[in-house]
């Protein structure tokens, strides 16, 4: 059997590199820039590496029904694990992935290919626009895991745009994003208390560590109209590897207390991360 190598490309916002993994038979981490940004086995695409992912996976597994098909929409392509995770977690789910530079979706789709029987559709366009053409009511769970670079753009964080998802999706459905953040959390803090004025519930998704102020790391915003299974989710995310934790209801208002929400004039990408804080090698 042929080894694989690994590809390297110019993309349109950086160099891509998809790297095998020697472990994993079919399995690729996708990195930009150096900063990684999926891993995806082709072989099992219910394994999710990355303690972000593995998280977000949980949100998808905790919502109504499981087993049922959703309309997904992904703002955010990288390697795809997450629509493939879908796919196999919920067969006959309908997804869309938004992903704005059209170069590393072509060379995902190319060397990484999506398995036939899944009903994933890329587009390639900026993830706000896209949701702005969006018909309403029509997602049951948006994802949005949307990096330029290693930062969240800027007008990915306001409320216009919390606006449109709460247009897009359906009246049980499901906001999750990841993001990125340290100490005193004044990006995380004013998201929180963005999509605070757009839903009724709010849950966030972190590792003690990083909710400590200790580092900076990935956490998880997850926004909804009726209330969250967070006992469920809290009981898979404690049984990780990488233990997180699940703050909701007092302790998270006593957290967003005095941020304010963004609009689109004030808006600012998210913090910079520490050298070092996701990079690899």
């Known amino acids: ?25 079919r399995a690729w981490l996708l990195t930009v820039d150096g900063a990684p940004q999926s891993y995806v086995d082709l072989d099992d695409p219910g394994h999710l590496e990355f303690e972000y992912a593995r998280r977000l996976g949980h949100v998808l597994d905790t919502l109504d029904g499981p087993g049922r098909p959703l309309d997904a929409v992904h ?34 789709t190319a060397h990484l290919p999506l398995p036939a029987d899944c009903d994933v559709t890329p587009h390639t366009a900026d993830a706000r ?14 994802v949005a895991d949307v990096f330029g670079g290693s930062r969240v753009p ?35 803090r004013s998201q929180l208390a963005t999509f605070a004025t757009r839903f009724e519930e709010l849950a ?17 915003l997850i926004a909804a109209h009726h209330p969250l299974d967070t006992a469920a989710l809290a009981r898979r995310t404690a049984a990780d590897a990488f233990p997180a934790r699940v703050e909701h209801g007092a302790a998270l208002r006593r957290f967003v207390a005095g941020a304010r929400p963004v609009r689109d004039e004030d808006a600012v990408p998210s913090p910079e991360p520490p050298a070092g804080a996701f990079g690899i090698g």
């Open 154 to 188: 800027a007008h990915l964080t306001t409320a216009a745009y919390a606006d449109e998802a709460a247009r897009v999706l359906r009246e049980g459905g499901v906001y999750v994003a990841n993001l990125a953040d340290g100490a005193p959390f004044d990006f995380l």
């Open 1 to 25: 059997m042929t080894e694989p190598i690994p590809v390297t490309r110019a993309v349109d916002r950086g160099t891509a590199k998809l790297m095998p993994d020697v472990d994993r038979e």
């Open 129 to 142: 626009a896209w949701l702005e053409a969006a018909p309403a009511d029509s997602a049951d769970v948006i």
């Open 75 to 108: 703002l955010g392509g990288g390697a795809l694990t997450l629509p493939r995770y879908l796919a196999v977690t919920r067969p006959g789910s309908r997804q869309q992935v938004v992903e704005a530079d059209g170069a590393l979706l072509d060379l995902v």
């Open 204 to 220: 966030l998704v972190a590792e003690p560590g990083v909710l400590r102020g200790r580092r900076f790391g990935n956490a998880l």
